[in-house]
Structures are given as C-alpha cells and as structure tokens.
C-alpha cells in the first residue's frame, strides 16, 4: 500500500510515523508513507497556499491550484483508490471504512488548514471526505495521522498477531470485553474464575456476554449484534 498526505505542516508527521505499529510497517515494506508539502507546488513567489475569500469573511482559504498540480503530479505516476480530504463535515471515520480503506492499493489524504479549501477541490478533486468526530481542529494532519493509522495496523504482516486486530472494538460492531493478565490476584482484586478455567468454550461465552454488556451500557446507540440503530 501507497499513502500520499498532502499538507501544510509536513513536519508535523515525524514522530508518529517514527515509531511503533506504523514504523515497523514502513521498515518491512508493507507500506510507502510520502508527505509532500503543498508550497511546493504553488506558483506563488511566497510560497502562499492561501488566500482570502471571495464574498468576505474571516479566515484564510486553501487554494485549488497547488492543490491541483499535487494531485495530477501523483496521479501522472499512479492510479489511487481515493482521494481523501479530511473535514469535520466529512462522513464519520469508522472501523468499517478503516476495513474497507485498509485493502486500497494507493490513498492520498489532503490535510485541510486555515478556514478550509476552495469550493473546487471539493467539488472536482477529492472522491471522498470524511470526518474523524463533530469538533474542528487547527488542521488536518492528526485526522490524516489517525486515519493512517486506523488503516496501516489492518495491513497483514502489521501486528505480530493478526487475530488481535480482528477482537479489537467496533470490528464486530461491539466493544471489546474486558482483559486481564496476572497476577490474578492484586490488592484483593481477582480475575474472574471463568478466565483461568481453561474452558474456552466458555471463555468465549463470557467475552460475548461482556461485549454486549458493555456495547449496551457505553454506546447504546450500537444494538447487541452489533449493527448501528437508524
């Protein structure tokens, strides 16, 4: 997998992606990370990306042209599966579209700053938006940060294993049941018996009951089997 991440602030994906899950994906190949700033597609002697809008108004607005020649200077080399802006009015970042972004071949993310983006963009360059919560952020690089993230550690070869990323929460529409590890006795606190049964049958029975139980109590928007209520 190929992720491009167009941006402003190009320093600020250093330390993330300079370590842990995403680091060692980048070192055994599973996955090409480029940041490319957009200043260096702008025509401006500046080196200005922004510009105020039309109509007036407060704020600074990201214009289309450095966009446009970052895009079509990728897309002369590659096809990409999606062309990502992230924005707080974006559809709402899951793990489903996690799973779904998880099997592309070639994404890129367009980081929004300032105010936002030029109309355009949106309308004639980007084939999806989507949205990491309902508040707004300086920028888009930590939406681009966590969407890559979410998306890289579901790379086969990425966790050592690969059966914790598939009982993680929301993978199958529930929150994951609690965990324990020893001592399994501490200051009086016990792990439940079941746990140390060795009957996995049962163990498994009591995980299920506990994710609902969960799912239910924290996100009741979310039903037992795991499906979003309309």
């Not at 995403?22 to 025509?43: E, S």
């Amino acid at each position: 997998m190929r992720i491009d991440i167009l941006t402003v602030l190009p320093e600020m994906f250093e330390s993330p992606f300079g370590c842990s899950i995403i680091k060692r994906a980048i070192d055994k190949g599973l996955v090409d990370i480029h940041i490319h700033n957009l200043r260096d597609y702008t025509t401006n002697r500046h080196r200005k990306v922004d510009d105020y809008p039309f109509g007036g108004g407060a704020g600074m607005v990201m214009q289309i042209e450095p966009v446009d020649r970052a895009i079509a200077a990728l897309r002369s080399e590659r096809e990409y599966d999606e062309v990502i802006y992230t924005s707080p009015d974006g559809e709402r970042f899951d793990q489903p579209i996690a799973n779904s972004l998880s099997m592309s071949e070639n994404i890129i993310i367009l980081c929004g700053h300032y105010k936002g983006v030029d109309q355009r963009i949106r309308d004639h360059l980007i084939t999806r938006e989507i949205s990491v919560g309902d508040y707004v952020l300086t920028g888009g690089e930590m939406p681009a940060v966590i969407i890559t993230d979410a998306i890289v550690r579901l790379i086969p070869g990425a966790i050592g294993d690969e059966q914790s990323a598939l009982s993680d929460s929301f993978q199958d529409g529930l929150l994951a049941p609690p965990d324990y590890t020893r001592p399994a006795e501490y200051n009086g606190w016990s792990v439940p018996e079941v746990l140390l049964s060795g009957h996995q049958a049962k163990i498994d029975a009591w995980r299920h009951e506990q994710a609902v139980e969960k799912t239910l109590r924290l996100r009741p928007e979310l039903d037992p089997y795991g499906n979003k209520k309309k």
